[in-house]
C-alpha cells in the first residue's frame, strides 16, 4: 500500500459507486479529496464521513456538463488545495437500448457526459496536471473507462462506443503528456455494482444484468478504488496505461 499523503485529487461522480469509494479510499491514504457530482446531499454526506475518518474533503454539487460550472469549481478546488496532481475522470451514465429504437435523447445524455464532459474535465486540469509534473512531482489523469469499451453486450453500443473513445483517448493522451511526465490512464471496469445499472429501462439489457448476477460475484466499487489507488501509487516513472479489471466469472 502507498501513501499518497500530500496529494490533492479531484474525483467526478464522487456521490456514489466507484468515485464515492474511490474518494473515501484515496483520503484514507492521505491525499485531500475534492467531490464533484450534481446531488450536494451525497456529498455532504460523504464529506462528514471522510473528515470523521480523518480525511481532507470538499464538495462541490456541480453538472459537469456545464463546462463554466466545471470550470469554476476546479478552480475552486486548487484555490482551496492547491494545484490538483490526480484526477479520476468518473462520472458516467449508461443507458443501452437497441438502435432501432432511434432513443437520440439518450445517445446524445450519454455522449454529453461521457464524452464531452469528459473532455471538459480533461481541459480544466491538464494545465495544472503539467505545472505539478514539471515541478517532479507525481501527476495522474485516471480516466474510467468500462470493459464494454473492448467487449460486445447487447444492446450497449452507444454506451460501449463512449466507453472505446475514453480509451483510445487515453492512450493518445498519455503519448502527449507523457514526455511532460503527467501519467494518463484508462480503467476498465467489467460489471460493479453501483447505481449505474438503477438507470436501465430496455428490456434486453435488464435481462443480460439478471443474468449476469446469477452467474457472477460483481466487482465491488471499492475493489475498483484499489486499483485506482494502486495506479496512482506507483512511482514516478511507471504509467499503468490501461487497467481492465474484471471480476473473476464474467467473460
Ligand atoms: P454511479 O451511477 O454510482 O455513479 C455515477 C456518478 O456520476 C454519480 O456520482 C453521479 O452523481 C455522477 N454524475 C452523473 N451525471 C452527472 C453530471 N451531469 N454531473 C456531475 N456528475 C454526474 O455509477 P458507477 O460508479 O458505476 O459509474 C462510475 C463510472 O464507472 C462511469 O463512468 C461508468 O460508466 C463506469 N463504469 C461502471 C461500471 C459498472 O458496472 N458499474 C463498469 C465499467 C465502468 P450525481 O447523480 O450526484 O450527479
Given at each position: 500500500?502507498?501513501?499518497?499523503?500530500?496529494?490533492?485529487?479531484?474525483?467526478?461522480?464522487?456521490?456514489?459507486?466507484?468515485?464515492?469509494?474511490?474518494?473515501?479510499?484515496?483520503?484514507?491514504?492521505?491525499?485531500?479529496?475534492?467531490?464533484?457530482?450534481?446531488?450536494?446531499?451525497?456529498?455532504?454526506?460523504?464529506?462528514?464521513?471522510?473528515?470523521?475518518?480523518?480525511?481532507?474533503?470538499?464538495?462541490?454539487?456541480?453538472?459537469?456538463?456545464?463546462?463554466?460550472?466545471?470550470?469554476?469549481?476546479?478552480?475552486q478546488?486548487?484555490t482551496?488545495?492547491?494545484p490538483?496532481?490526480?484526477?479520476?475522470?468518473?462520472?458516467?451514465?449508461?443507458?443501452?437500448?437497441?438502435?432501432?429504437?432511434?432513443?437520440?435523447?439518450?445517445?446524445?445524455h450519454?455522449?454529453?457526459?461521457?464524452?464531452?464532459?469528459?473532455?471538459?474535465?480533461?481541459g480544466?486540469?491538464?494545465p495544472?496536471?503539467?505545472?505539478?509534473?514539471?515541478?517532479?512531482?507525481?501527476?495522474?489523469?485516471?480516466?474510467?473507462?468500462?470493459?464494454?469499451?473492448?467487449?460486445?453486450f447487447?444492446?450497449?453500443?452507444?454506451?460501449?462506443?463512449?466507453?472505446?473513445?475514453?480509451?483510445?483517448?487515453?492512450?493518445?493522451?498519455?503519448?502527449?503528456?507523457?514526455?511532460?511526465?503527467?501519467?494518463?490512464?484508462?480503467?476498465?471496469?467489467?460489471?460493479?455494482?453501483?447505481?449505474?445499472?438503477?438507470?436501465?429501462?430496455?428490456?434486453?439489457a435488464?435481462?443480460?444484468?439478471?443474468?449476469?448476477?446469477?452467474?457472477?460475484?460483481?466487482?465491488?466499487?471499492e475493489?475498483?478504488?484499489?486499483?485506482?489507488?494502486?495506479?496512482?501509487?506507483?512511482?514516478?516513472h511507471?504509467?499503468?496505461?490501461?487497467?481492465?479489471?474484471?471480476?473473476?466469472?464474467?467473460?
Amino acid at each position: 500500500m502507498t501513501a499518497l499523503t500530500g496529494r490533492v485529487a479531484l474525483i467526478t461522480g464522487a456521490s456514489s459507486g466507484i468515485g464515492a469509494a474511490t474518494a473515501r479510499l484515496l483520503a484514507a491514504r492521505g491525499a485531500k479529496v475534492a467531490l464533484l457530482a450534481r446531488r450536494k446531499d451525497r456529498l455532504d454526506e460523504l464529506v462528514a464521513q471522510i473528515t470523521t475518518a480523518g480525511g481532507t474533503a470538499l464538495g462541490l454539487p456541480v453538472d459537469v456538463t456545464d463546462a463554466d460550472a466545471l470550470g469554476s469549481a476546479v478552480a475552486q478546488v486548487s484555490t482551496a488545495f492547491g494545484p490538483v496532481d490526480l484526477v479520476v475522470n468518473n462520472a458516467g451514465i449508461m443507458l443501452p437500448a437497441p438502435v432501432e429504437e432511434l432513443r437520440a435523447d439518450q445517445w446524445q445524455h450519454q455522449i454529453d457526459l461521457n464524452i464531452t464532459a469528459a473532455m471538459h474535465t480533461i481541459g480544466a486540469v491538464v494545465p495544472q496536471l503539467v505545472a505539478v509534473a514539471g515541478e517532479g512531482r507525481p501527476a495522474d489523469l485516471i480516466n474510467t473507462s468500462s470493459i464494454a469499451a473492448q467487449n460486445i453486450f447487447p444492446n450497449f453500443a452507444v454506451y460501449s462506443a463512449t466507453k472505446a473513445y475514453i480509451t483510445h483517448l487515453s492512450r493518445h493522451l498519455r503519448a502527449e503528456l507523457g514526455p511532460k511526465d503527467v501519467r494518463v490512464s484508462a480503467v476498465e471496469p467489467g460489471i460493479v455494482g453501483t447505481e449505474l445499472q438503477g438507470h436501465v429501462t430496455d428490456p434486453g439489457a435488464l435481462a443480460w444484468l439478471a443474468g449476469a448476477r446469477e452467474t457472477v460475484d460483481w466487482l465491488t466499487p471499492e475493489d475498483v478504488a484499489e486499483v485506482i489507488a494502486f495506479t496512482a501509487g506507483l512511482p514516478r516513472h511507471v504509467n499503468l496505461q490501461q487497467v481492465t479489471v474484471m471480476p473473476t466469472r464474467q467473460a
